[in-house]
């Protein structure tokens, strides 16, 4: 049995490694550059977006509706918006809170059977949501 003289694989492995440390590096960069405050916000808006995808309220209802991953999003932005409310202006966390309970609400209108008032997604740290 004969050994390649050359790995080809672990060459092209390496190489995918020093691109990924790149694209992190510059991504690293990217966000340097960034305000906090977008950063919270927008990040705020991804999990609403997603959170609305799983309640049903996006192009696939039947297939996308999903409760308990809509309950998981629901409550890491109720967190992530008590949280940095104090952080940004009121203005933005003003219309973050309105989304969040329009979510609570529609979470509530697609529940089978409700959770008890201030039991459902994120009321543990917004207080209940009726």
Sequence with gaps: MTIPAHDHGHDDRNERWEQQEEAASAATRDIADVPAVEVITTTAVHLMSAAAVKLGLADDPDSQLDLDEARKLINAL???????????????????RDGLRSLQLAFREASAIPDPIGKGPGEKWTGPVN
Excluded: F, K, N, Y
């Design 78 to 96: 109720a967190g992530l918006i008590t949280a940095g409310a104090p952080e940004i202006s009121d203005m933005h966390a003003r219309s973050l």
